[in-house]
């Protein structure tokens, strides 16, 4: 079974979306082990670029297998394409395994984007921090339905 990891700086705050989250990981649970993981994100104003090198440390300590960066500068996939890629990490990398990484509301050290597979942008639009692991979760239920041949997805 495909292990997916999400690495992601600060706690979801939100009770509504900390429930949708865990549906979806429920949900997920048919197709892969899903490992969440939120990491401590704490910088000052004057501490921005320190702390994201600091962030960056932790997140590239945790990652494995096929590494995806969440950033705004990164590609855009329909989810046809975004389901094409989970399965291509399946199939190629580390026994399947997949990271995504959500930055904190300051974005990723780019160390950390250096080392991805693939940088991705849900879209050009910015988003609520905390609203792109809901989103992100959603779109991996998605690509595993697509995949699945389910009618999810349309």
């Given at each position: 079974m495909q292990t997916i990891q999400i690495l992601a700086l600060g706690k979801c705050k939100e009770d509504y979306l900390r429930k949708w989250c865990a549906e979806y990981e429920k949900r997920l649970s048919r197709?892969?082990?899903?490992?969440?993981?939120?990491?401590?994100?704490?910088?000052?104003e004057?501490?921005?670029?320190?702390?994201?090198?600091?962030?960056?440390?932790?997140l590239r300590k945790r990652m494995r297998g096929y590494y995806v960066a969440m950033c705004i500068e990164g590609k855009q996939l329909d989810s046809y394409k975004f389901a094409q890629t989970l399965e291509h990490a399946a199939v190629e990398y580390d026994g399947g395994n997949v990271t995504f990484c959500i930055g904190s509301s300051y974005?990723?050290?780019?160390?950390?984007?250096?080392?991805?597979?693939l940088r991705l942008s849900m879209s050009a639009m910015?988003?609520?921090?905390?609203l792109a692991?809901?989103?992100?979760?959603?779109?991996?239920?998605?690509?595993?339905?697509?995949?699945?041949?389910?009618?999810?997805?349309?």
């Open positions: 197709f892969c082990k899903l490992e969440p993981v939120s990491l401590p994100q704490n910088p000052g004057r501490e921005i670029s320190q702390a994201l090198e600091k962030e960056g440390e932790m974005g990723l050290a780019n160390s950390v984007k250096h080392r991805a597979n910015m988003f609520p921090h905390q692991r809901l989103m992100l979760l959603e779109q991996i239920y998605r690509g595993y339905q697509i995949l699945a041949g389910a009618k999810y997805h349309k």
